[in-house]
């Protein structure tokens, strides 16, 4: 059984694959799954203490969902990530104290910014938050030693301390993240995508709406998959795509080459499907929303995978949200 109709996205589609080196990204498109905030309608007020993020949902009708893993960066101030989703009934402010720092050596607190950086946290460190105990630890520096591991042997200008703001500020990383941000646009209608690495699925991301994917998917390609994938790349431990796009030469005439196209495209939309029946959700844990928010309209649900796991939110019982790191 697919791993969406498992999940109850059956209904989603999927779209021509985008490839750019060792990344494919393959779009989800479908129509809007559920009644929403806007996604700007969410703010980042502040930290109000070392681990503690505080958020505001200006919508007046709806619920407002902070996406797994959001991380705020600021000028002179601790950087701070999300342990897990939160929600936001409207017009609320809520303190989130089970947040962490990703920074070992630098004080200040977080305030509300147009100058703050946002992306979602690296794929491999969303992994530290799997289990319900490290999310619900409120120690601030219980990232630490995830990020030391995931910089470690990294040429990064400063090394031994556990701040993340070390990797996106590299000049060199900087550069190629917005490259990706701006080689895997959007599509019509996309609400999704399936990540692979060199033909292998890393993850799963589906919003409530287009409108949500338009905003949030720069922050998931770059800050998360962009910057594994570079990690991976500068470690020497990722893969020449195997599956590379077909050759095309001045002696190709248009039919053919347009028929190679085809071909190829034909092959990977058969291939994501078979390769995702592989991915067995071992559990899935509902629980309550005061954990994570206060919310009367959506439900969430952690799940495990043999490897990784993630988030679903749900409402009426309908799939609206999901974040699975595999």
């Given at each position: 059984?697919?791993?969406?109709?498992?999940?109850?996205?059956d209904?989603?589609?999927?779209?021509?694959?985008?490839?750019?080196?060792?990344?494919?990204?393959?779009?989800?498109?479908?129509?809007t799954?559920?009644?929403?905030?806007?996604?700007?309608?969410?703010?980042f007020?502040?930290?109000?203490?070392?681990?503690?993020?505080v958020?505001?949902?200006?919508?007046?009708?709806?619920?407002?969902?902070?996406?797994?893993?959001l991380?705020?960066?600021?000028?002179?101030?601790?950087?701070?990530?999300?342990?897990?989703?939160?929600?936001?009934?409207?017009q609320?402010?809520?303190?989130?104290?089970?947040?962490?720092?990703?920074?070992?050596?630098?004080?200040?607190?977080?305030?509300?910014?147009?100058?703050?950086?946002?992306?979602?946290?690296?794929?491999?460190?969303?992994?530290?938050?799997?289990?319900?105990?490290?999310?619900?630890?409120?120690?601030?520096?219980?990232l630490?030693?995830?990020?030391?591991?995931?910089?470690?042997?990294?040429?990064l200008?400063?090394?031994?301390v556990?701040?993340?703001?070390y990797?996106?500020?590299?000049?060199?990383?900087?550069?190629?993240?917005?490259?990706?941000?701006?080689?895997?646009?959007?599509?019509?209608d996309?609400?999704?995508?399936?990540?692979?690495f060199?033909?292998?699925?890393?993850?799963?991301?589906?919003?409530?709406?287009?409108?949500y994917?338009?905003?949030?998917?720069?922050?998931?390609?770059?800050?998360?998959?962009?910057?594994e994938l570079?990690r991976?790349?500068?470690?020497g431990?990722?893969?020449?795509?195997?599956?590379?796009?077909?050759?095309?030469?001045?002696?190709?005439?248009?039919d053919?080459?347009?028929?190679?196209?085809?071909?190829?495209i034909?092959?990977?939309?058969?291939?994501v499907?078979?390769?995702?029946?592989?991915?067995?959700?071992?559990?899935?844990?509902?629980?309550?929303?005061?954990?994570?928010?206060?919310s009367?309209?959506l439900?969430?649900?952690y799940?495990?995978?043999?490897d990784?796991?993630g988030?679903?939110?749900?409402?009426?019982?309908?799939?609206?949200?999901?974040?699975?790191?595999?």
């Amino acid at each position: 059984m697919s791993i969406f109709k498992l999940l109850k996205f059956d209904d989603v589609d999927i779209s021509n694959l985008q490839n750019v080196d060792e990344m494919t990204v393959v779009p989800l498109l479908g129509a809007t799954r559920g009644e929403v905030a806007k996604p700007q309608n969410l703010v980042f007020s502040k930290t109000s203490n070392y681990g503690e993020m505080v958020f505001e949902n200006q919508d007046e009708d709806c619920d407002a969902i902070i996406p797994s893993n959001l991380m705020v960066r600021g000028k002179d101030a601790q950087d701070h990530v999300m342990s897990h989703i939160g929600l936001l009934e409207p017009q609320t402010s809520r303190r989130f104290p089970d947040s962490c720092c990703i920074e070992e050596s630098q004080g200040g607190y977080l305030e509300n910014s147009e100058k703050n950086e946002f992306d979602i946290l690296p794929i491999e460190l969303r992994k530290c938050f799997l289990t319900k105990d490290f999310r619900e630890n409120r120690q601030y520096d219980k990232l630490w030693g995830g990020i030391l591991d995931w910089l470690k042997d990294l040429p990064l200008k400063y090394k031994g301390v556990a701040h993340l703001r070390y990797f996106y500020d590299d000049p060199v990383v900087k550069t190629q993240l917005e490259t990706f941000a701006a080689e895997f646009e959007p599509v019509e209608d996309q609400i999704g995508a399936v990540i692979l690495f060199s033909g292998i699925p890393m993850g799963i991301e589906i919003m409530p709406s287009p409108e949500y994917w338009d905003y949030y998917w720069k922050l998931l390609i770059r800050g998360s998959y962009g910057a594994e994938l570079i990690r991976l790349k500068q470690l020497g431990q990722i893969q020449t795509f195997k599956q590379s796009l077909p050759r095309i030469n001045d002696h190709m005439d248009l039919d053919h080459m347009k028929e190679q196209m085809e071909d190829y495209i034909v092959q990977i939309q058969n291939y994501v499907p078979d390769v995702l029946k592989k991915v067995r959700i071992e559990s899935q844990l509902s629980v309550s929303p005061q954990i994570i928010g206060e919310s009367k309209t959506l439900q969430v649900e952690y799940l495990k995978t043999q490897d990784g796991g993630g988030e679903m939110i749900t409402q009426n019982q309908k799939p609206i949200y999901l974040s699975l790191v595999l």
